[in-house]
């Protein structure tokens, strides 16, 4: 009779109880922690979503105060922790946001971060060198007249590829009638030297003209709201991105 068979099975139960009880190893602590991480970096900053009467109580200086504050915070690389996930769910019913962007198409212009706004906040339209056609006039009053917005942001960028290509005159595809809505603002730059998109001067004087040249065309070919405006209701007003440093100036 082999006597040690018992032994064997009985340390093979007792191994397996100790390892089942020993503290994790550390692979498994890794795995732990990263979770708990992952858990962490989701809790972040959960703004009620505007409500109406929220909205209402808004006036368009409020809105841009908040929006050069928020681009303050950008630049010092200070933006605001947010739970996106749960902006999401809080949003899915109703938007209230407080103002309209147009911007660029650019990818080196992320309008929500630039000015530290959440899910919710701002209407984005976006069309390569930020100028005005039908559509996004019609985006325009459907963000103001309909569902309350209180500015409406022109925001043009230094560096811009429409603008230059337009100053340079492209000839490319949809591209050519796509420039000619910039070519407006390149005729009306009075410039002394060198007109070419080589000039980063000259191409800076445009990019403001440009955007100049689009709050007018809203004004013009949107009696909704241009009369907004002149009720005060909203405000028109317009911004350059520079690239450089993050900051938005807003003309006067």
């Known amino acids: 009779m082999n006597t040690s068979r018992p032994f064997v099975i009985i340390l093979t139960f007792f191994t397996l109880f100790l390892l089942s009880c020993s503290p994790p190893t550390e692979p498994e602590k ?7 991480t992952e858990e962490e970096s989701i809790v972040g900053l959960v703004e009620d979503v505007l409500t109406a009467e929220e909205q209402a109580a808004l006036t368009p200086d409020m809105v841009i105060q908040s929006f050069k504050e928020g681009n303050g915070r950008f ?30 198409v650019d990818s080196r212009v992320p309008v929500e ?8 906040d ?7 060198g930020n100028f005005v056609n039908e559509d996004i006039l019609g985006s325009m009053e459907f963000a103001c ?18 603008v230059k290509a337009a100053v340079d005159g492209v000839e490319l595809g949809n591209i050519t009638p796509m420039l000619s809505k910039i070519r407006p603002a390149v ?25 100049q040249h689009a709050m007018a065309q809203i004004r013009e070919r949107s009696p909704i709201l241009k009369e907004m405006e002149d009720n005060g209701e909203i405000k028109i007003v317009g911004g350059v991105y520079d690239m450089d440093n ?7």
């Not at 971060?113 to 919710?120: A, E, L, S, T």
């Not at 993050?246 to 006067?252: A, H, M, R």
Request: net charge negative.
């Open 75 to 104: 630049m010092r690389n200070d933006l605001t922790t947010r739970n996106h996930s749960e902006q999401v769910r809080k949003s899915t019913n109703a938007q209230y946001p407080k103002a309209i962007v147009l911007s660029c």
């Open 30 to 36: 890794a795995e732990e922690a990263t979770e708990n």
């Open 246 to 252: 993050g900051k938005v100036s807003f003309l006067n």
């Open 145 to 162: 007249k309909v569902s309350g917005s209180k500015l409406i942001l022109v925001l043009g960028h230094e560096h811009c590829g429409a």
């Open 187 to 211: 005729e009306a730059t009075e410039y002394e030297g060198d007109r070419s998109s080589k000039n980063e001067a000259f191409v800076h004087e445009v990019c403001e003209n440009n955007v």
């Open 113 to 120: 971060d630039v000015f530290d706004r959440g899910i919710g």
């Open 122 to 128: 701002v209407f984005v339209a976006r069309v390569a």
